[in-house]
């Protein structure tokens, strides 16, 4: 496919590590991935951000690394998942955008830039996955498909915290988005098609709390996700996000999985959702058809433990690929 040259622009080529081990029935992932300039009519890409600069949990950033670490880790993933009983070696042209070029200095002007090249990526029809980054730039990407779609968004934020403070001194911050995304852009997400999972955690404040039951926004805590179980938690999250939408987009803050499952994160929260619940979620999500986007935020490299977090964020990439192929296939 075809990108502007302004986009083309604003991305740098990112590098897929070689297969370790060839085995002629073994398809590794990275043998999968395509250039995205070498396939006409991909039905899904992968766009990194590296940016990290409005984290507000400054003493453990490095969200920056995040897209070649969990690049890094698909080295160890292969085509087959037996669970869900999909290969994704066929059916499906999956590639990669490489990063965005970012600005460290600048967040408004890589905001910017993000917002353009996935505009151009959503408006090809695709189904987009992001690996961020701070969750701050979760902004940038959803509006592109605000602007896309008017407004008719169905969003998902499943994470430990809410993210709708007030803007710091005006600016927006790693805590800000989805209250900018809901107030303050020019097709914003409407309440009504807003939910959020997982929140829990001595970190947050009740003002926060206070802007969500004024606007009677739905959250199901950490708690109340373990009492009712996944699926029907999926089931209500569904309901929400496809209720009078064109488009629905999946965030993950990677804190809202319990420490032990996120270790390598700014905010490493205890008590919340296990890794198999984030697996669900995301292939429940991507299998409906007007699911455009996913993103994978704020995992951490320099405070990972074992790649934990980075190979975490590899299967929800490859879990969404997944979902997406099951969709094609009407399987
Ligand atoms: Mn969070």
């Known amino acids: 496919?075809?990108?502007?040259?302004?986009?083309?622009?604003?991305?740098?080529?990112?590098?897929?590590?070689?297969?370790?081990?060839?085995?002629?029935?073994?398809?590794?992932?990275?043998?999968?991935?395509?250039?995205?300039?070498?396939?006409?009519?991909?039905?899904?890409?992968?766009?990194?951000?590296?940016?990290?600069?409005?984290?507000?949990?400054?003493?453990?950033?490095?969200?920056?690394?995040?897209?070649?670490?969990?690049?890094?880790?698909?080295?160890?993933?292969?085509?087959?998942?037996?669970?869900?009983?999909?290969?994704?070696?066929?059916?499906?042209?999956?590639?990669?955008?490489?990063?965005?070029?970012?600005?460290?200095?600048?967040?408004?002007?890589?905001?910017?830039?993000?917002?353009?090249?996935?505009?151009?990526?959503?408006?090809?029809?695709?189904?987009?996955?992001?690996?961020?980054?701070?969750?701050?730039?979760?902004?940038?990407?959803?509006?592109?498909?605000?602007?896309?779609?008017?407004?008719?968004?169905?969003?998902?934020?499943?994470?430990?915290?809410p993210d709708v403070r007030e803007s710091h001194h005006g600016e927006i911050s790693s805590g800000t988005q989805f209250r900018k995304l809901l107030t303050d852009i020019e097709n914003p997400v409407r309440f009504e098609n807003f939910v959020e999972i997982g929140m829990r955690g001595w970190e947050n404040n009740l003002a926060n709390q206070k802007f969500l039951d004024d606007n009677k926004i739905r959250y199901i805590t950490a708690m109340e996700f373990k009492e009712r179980g996944a699926k029907d938690v999926i089931r209500e999250m569904l309901e929400i996000v496809l209720d009078g939408t064109e488009a629905a987009y999946l965030s993950f803050d990677i804190d809202g999985l319990d420490i032990c499952y996120a270790p390598g994160t700014a905010a490493p929260t205890p008590g919340g959702l296990s890794s198999g619940d984030y697996l669900q979620i995301a292939y429940e999500f991507g299998k409906q058809k007007i699911s455009r986007a996913m993103d994978i935020m704020e995992i951490s490299p320099p405070f990972d433990s074992n790649n934990i977090t980075s190979i975490m964020g590899a299967y929800l990439i490859a879990q969404f690929l997944g979902s997406i192929k099951k969709r094609k296939s009407g399987q």
């Open 1 to 161: 496919m075809k990108l502007s040259g302004t986009a083309m622009e604003y991305l740098k080529e990112a590098s897929l590590p070689s297969s370790f081990a060839p085995d002629k029935y073994q398809t590794e992932l990275n043998n999968i991935i395509k250039d995205f300039r070498k396939v006409e009519k991909p039905d899904v890409g992968i766009l990194g951000i590296p940016f990290d600069t409005t984290s507000i949990w400054s003493a453990r950033k490095g969200s920056a690394g995040a897209p070649a670490e969990v690049r890094r880790m698909f080295q160890f993933l292969g085509s087959y998942e037996p669970q869900i009983n999909v290969d994704i070696s066929r059916g499906i042209d999956i590639v990669d955008f490489g990063d965005i070029d970012v600005l460290h200095t600048n967040v408004m002007e890589t905001y910017r830039r993000a917002e353009i090249v996935a505009s151009e990526i959503f408006q090809s029809g695709m189904s987009l996955a992001v690996i961020g980054g701070d969750h701050g730039n979760t902004y940038a990407t959803v509006k592109a498909l605000c602007k896309e779609t008017k407004g008719k968004v169905g969003l998902i934020n499943v994470d430990a915290h």
